[in-house]
């Protein structure tokens, strides 16, 4: 988890921002049938149509942006079918990840959470705030808890003292928000996450951190097939 003074705008919705690493992935258009009408969209689209929002790449103001809206979306669509978000993130910004959090906490519709590939450092506080006994974990998902650290930073020594504060005050609200999910005190919590802890999917659903381990991902009902 980063907390920094310094923005990394994605720029463009197909990019693949991974620490330092900036690659450009090609998102396929499909072809999206309504009835007798038929269009092409881009995959992403489509899946949103069935509900399905994913938090991939590394979380940032601009990733956090567009999640939020695609939450915000689905509840005013229908205010009590699930919504289905997959993780796949090495973490980033604590700030863009609780902004994540609180819409999908105040949302009427429950949101189930699926680890597909990684969920770590400020992925892995998004994916447990999943609705409860509707957090998944693929089987070879894995998960990494640890404190947030400073990025970036250039200041005076009092300007330092201050983003510490601040840093050790959102830390806070991280581990508040693994206590509340996981069921463990916030002492044991901040004590896991002084160091890298690395858990694989037997281990997060021991930790309380997932409800199940799934080998297939389930059918939803609000899956709309082509043509409907």
């Known amino acids: 988890m980063i907390l920094s003074r310094s923005e990394h705008p994605l720029g463009n919705a197909v990019r693949h921002d991974d620490d330092d690493d900036h690659d450009w992935v090609a998102v396929p258009l499909v072809v999206d049938k309504r009835g007798k009408s038929e269009e092409l969209v881009d995959l992403y689209s489509r899946m949103l149509r069935d509900r399905v929002v994913f938090v991939g790449g590394a979380v940032s103001r601009p990733m956090a942006q567009v999640v939020t809206a695609q939450l915000l979306f689905l509840a005013n669509e229908d205010p009590k079918a699930e919504v289905s978000m997959y993780v796949n993130s090495p973490g980033g910004s604590i700030t863009d990840g ?13 949101v189930a959470t699926y ?3 990684q969920a770590a450092s400020m992925a892995s506080v998004i994916a447990c705030c999943g609705a409860k006994g509707r957090r998944f974990a693929l089987r070879h998902a894995e998960n990494l808890m640890h404190q947030g650290r400073i990025g970036g930073f250039e200041g005076q020594a009092t300007d330092l003292e201050i983003f510490a504060r601040q840093m050790q005050r959102i830390e806070d609200v991280c581990n508040r928000l693994y206590a509340e999910a996981t069921g463990h005190p916030e002492s044991k919590i901040a004590e896991d996450c002084d160091r890298d802890l690395w858990l694989d999917a037997q281990e997060m659903l021991a930790y309380g951190l997932i409800d199940r381990i799934i080998e297939r991902m389930p059918e939803a009902p609000h899956i709309v097939r082509p043509g409907a």
């Open 98 to 110: 609780l902004a994540i959090i609180d819409t999908m906490r105040s949302l009427p519709c429950p």
């Open 115 to 117: 680890i597909v590939g």
